[in-house]
């Protein structure tokens, strides 16, 4: 099958680790037989400095009218001093906001052979997964476009409690729709995984939390076979340091996720490890879909060959998963990033923190290049 990918590949290590991520791909579709057309388009900084703006029209059209995006990374130093509305950030949330994608799917996977990278006691981690594996696999979706982000808000500048005047608010409101869509992004993505769903919230406080619950309880009943559970953001905030293995799919509204996403990538090591998807609505059987590494630019160490990939790697792998249906061709990823780490390849992040012994050092492109063999050394099993 064809499938076309609109590519930005952004500043700083964007372009790099895009790179890899392609070849990646070009292996899969050549052990499965799939072709995939990249449209190559600018946002951002490069795009500011060729047009004048983060964000030209023509990359928003292309971006739309293709099956899926995969982004590297914008900003820098370079363009720090513009003003708000020309920052290459922009590009992102105007990428969002156009493709419409409202739920926000992190991973936070503790590989064995990352451990190491780990700041938790092997015991923690042993006791809290039902397996015994001092590794754990969650996933984290955020409602994005939505909640405490995008509510009213304002000053009210004659307010007085008795002392100085003035006050401050911000509003958290969900529509049923907006709940529902994101609580159906969250099924889907338990379905194929352990399928267990944990919605996180503060029901014993806000009116906000109290409906997201009702609309579970009116949605689940599609979703049989998922086990659904709730669970206070404060209690959940300490569970993922007491025991990250009792989690499969956590749900939860903008402002949680933001936090909460973060805390969980920090237990897994390296910012360059992780993987992201935004999804929307379906559109030809298939969630829209925006897939970025959670890491940015990076310019400390841009031009250098020395950024991980896997994170842009592991991306792509969510894209065959989600945006194009391919789970085999997802899964084929995954493993080979796991049988390349198993083969002691470390980029210089993850090398860092590893006591293992017998590592290769190697660079962003070598690092693809292993990714790449495994595909295709394991081509006829
Ligand atoms: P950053 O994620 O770019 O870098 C933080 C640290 O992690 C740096 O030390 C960097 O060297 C390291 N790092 C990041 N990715 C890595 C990788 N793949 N391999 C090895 N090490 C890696 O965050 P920052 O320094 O706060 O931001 C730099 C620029 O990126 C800023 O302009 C910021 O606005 C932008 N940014 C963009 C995105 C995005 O495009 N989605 C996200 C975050 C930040």
Redesign the pocket.
Known sequence: MNYSIALVP?D???PE?IAPATEVLDAVGDRYGHVFNYVELEA?GAAIDSTGEPLPAATLEAATQCDALL?G?????RW?NLPGHLR??RA?LGLRAALEVYANLRPAVLLPQLRSACPLKDEVLSASNHEGRAAFDLLIVRELTGGLYFGKRGRLEEESDGHRPGAAFDTETYSWREIERVLRRAYAAAALRRKKLCVVDKANVLESSRYWREVTAAVSGDYPEIETSFMYVDNCAMQLIRGPGQFDVIVTSNLFGDILSDEASVLTG???MLPSASLGDIVGGRPRGMY??????????AGQD????L?TILSAAMMLRYSFGLEAEALAVEDAVGAVLDSGYR???IAARSAAGGEKIVGTQAMGKAVVELLETTRNF
């Open positions: 952004g700083g290590i964007g680790v951002g982004l990374a914008v900003g820098g130093p720090e290459p950030e992102l390296s910012i360059g970025e590494p959670i890491h940015g630019s990076a310019p400390d160490i020395i950024a991980n990939p994170g980029t210089r992040d």
